[in-house]
């Protein structure tokens, strides 16, 4: 019934708001109650979330203020909140618990925290709890904000490997022009080429409002980036009815963008970019079988460890000769895995006083070579 298991849901202010100042409650009930049908079918839901800075205007009553950096942060830091109160009424209807994750590019593009940050997601669906994510505004710097939803939503996709990113806004989809100022523009059903055309990114128009941050042109750029990780993509009206269910249904609806690698291409690229690194594991044949039977790493398989590097780090598998076997991103780092290499899974919070996992290297962050 639903093709789409796993769907990263962007909603943009515009969608919110229904073009207003204000946040909808009746948008919002039917978004939430859209959601609530997905994860009822078994279906995993991350919703990425607009609004914090028009839900902190209308606390403050619409103030006019300088349209910089501090005073958008100040709304964030308003609206935040008074978004996740909402959120967690709307779902607390349907016994639906939520979370509020909120990001920063360097949470999720770093080694050392795209770990973090993907395990606490996957944890999190894992207990059927939906995260409810947007930007961390109110500290993110230049250097470390994504600056937009749409594209924080694409990396997001890409994190946890979601099936569908559906991007879901004010316009049915992407037309051949801007349609505001165009009677003839059309809407464009599906893209299949690697490489969206140029005349389609000439024609993708601005936000009409300063409530938003993007406009179609960061669509464009979350869809470009998600399909190119593995993920089908899907730019499609907020308020048309059902249109959330129908998408994770495969009915057509908006625009439809199809992936031009697989997650798993994607996943190795994030992995085989740092192929040349110095830190290397060396493992028994046991381990070495396991790995090419499709298991994780294990401390019972692990001989020397040579290099320094921190949990989150890519690390070179290699056997007893020296012969490259695999590289992955390791959940342990060099002073833990001295503690426990050799030792059995069940012993780690014992040697370490934590643990991060029975594996060293999750097979879902592995690659062979």
Known sequence: MYKYKRLVIKLGTSTLTAGTSYISQDILFDLASQINTLC???CEVVVVSSGAMASGREALSFPKLPKDIPAKQMLSAIGQPRLMAMYTKL???YNQIVSQVLLTRQDITERRSYLNSRNTILALLKQKVIPIINENDTVATEEIKVGDNDNLSALVSNLIDADLLLIL???PGLYTSD????PNATLVKEITEPNIPDELWQSAGKPSDDLGTGGMI?????ADLARRSGTTVIIAKGNTKNNI?????NESVGTLFRPTHSTLEGRKRFILSDRDTKNIIQIDNGAITALKNGSSLLPVGIISIRGSFERGDTVKLTDQHNVEIALGLTNYSTTELNKISGKQSVDIESLLGYNYGEEVIHRDQLVMI
């Open 91 to 93: 779902f607390a209807q």
């Open 218 to 222: 960061t669509k464009l750029q979350a």
């Open 245 to 249: 269910i129908r998408a994770a249904q």
């Open 40 to 42: 009822k079918n078994n």
């Open 179 to 182: 349609p505001n100022i165009d």
């Open 169 to 171: 806004t004010d316009q």
